[in-house]
DNA sequence: CGATTTGTTGACTAATATCAAACTGTGTGG
DNA sequence: CCACACAGTTTGATATTAGTCAACAAATCG
């Protein structure tokens, strides 16, 4: 989506880091300083309440910005866990928000992403608020499988989702046992199979009719989202 | 927290425009081209399912930028309704997207606004997610008191929040006979009490045990929040 | 191979939704 | 001023959904 803005940001200094699965990225509380690009693997944002309970705000892709999210606060409050074998490329917030100044058209591009994702927290709050355990799972698994399609990573309706039903429950707001009970139900259905960490989406329409899903809010078509090229009067300064 | 950025963003064209109780202020899939700012008054972001039911996904109050969510999107994915007598400040997005590109340090405010809202759709969905109905109603009564005591709407522990019950529901994830039979409860046990619109925080401490509100999440405090001036490189322009 | 995590099951309990009816209050028109 | 409609709240009974507990099976890993 942008030009020669590519190249101030393939020039920032970045720093590549592996994770292995389960480890924690960055813990809750601690200074902001950097963010992260996606390399390869999955990474999970959780937020954790008082009494022990977790629930995963979001899941990002390989190619998806991490922690964008808190590039203009100071501290973080939730924690970034790697569910696979994870590689990120550190920016410095910095670097970032200098690029932002100088391209425009790059600064809203980073804005664009953190909108992006803002859109998926509110239909996450949708899903939690709105539907019932096997819907709720149709979607988040419908969603998955768009994003995951998205970055060549769906093969025959079949996507490699790297949670335990224990995470996937901590997701939607659901014990453990229920949604070991519910994904068992959709199975039957002939809805969905996830055999290890393999989904295989068997049923679209039957998926689709249960849950509602609708992939416009992950914003993942060029039709729904601006021209960012900067406005002439930039070219002018 | 701009200089005379400000000068800028006022000497922008605004339109402004006054809304009834319950009046539909934007309709879902329109095309977006403007975005306000809430002179006065109380805004709902609403999510509607085809089966008819609806979430809330947002509350806005005085001061708050309405709909920069959907600035670099081509059109709205939700309805936004005016819950009072409410008076809007619209700005077009072409005219704020210049700004943005000529004004660095207003650019980055603007981004900052979209980013603590999404701050507080994480944490709502935490709140449906992880919480049960009494303590959810306390973490969202919290919240709103924290929002409007930072405006100057918070008088001994009261506050107005033009909102029925339904309404509340619909924010909460609730039914509405749920809703109501929580709220006794917590009138019961002295934590709060809504009487017609007007809400009270009778008793803070038990609220905050029983919800785990921490107001950290929707970052009005500076100290959260980084200082936005603008980098040297660009004074260099 | 044992040890540990993950998945599965059944019995039971608690939370929440649904339904239907009644009971406010408030404003309107006669 | 009363009768009425209307929206919001409250109530009780009941059904459904989801959570908890505890045990066990299956898969995974060193």
Redesign the pocket.
Known sequence: LSEEDCKALLSLHADVKSYQA?EIILKAGVPTTHCAIITSGFVSRVKQLANGARQIVAFHVAGDAVDLQSILFTVTDHILVANNATTLMWVSHEDLLDLHDRYPTLGKALWLDTLADASIFREWTVNVGQR???ERIAHLFLEMGTRFDAIGQLKDDTYELPL???RLAEAL????????????TLRKEGCLVMR?RSVTLKDRRKLIALSGFDPGYLYLDSDRTKPLTTSKAVFTV
């Open positions: 389960d019932r355990a096997r335990s039903q224990s707001g659901l014990s453990l046992v229920h949604m070991n009970k519910s994904l068992q290890g």
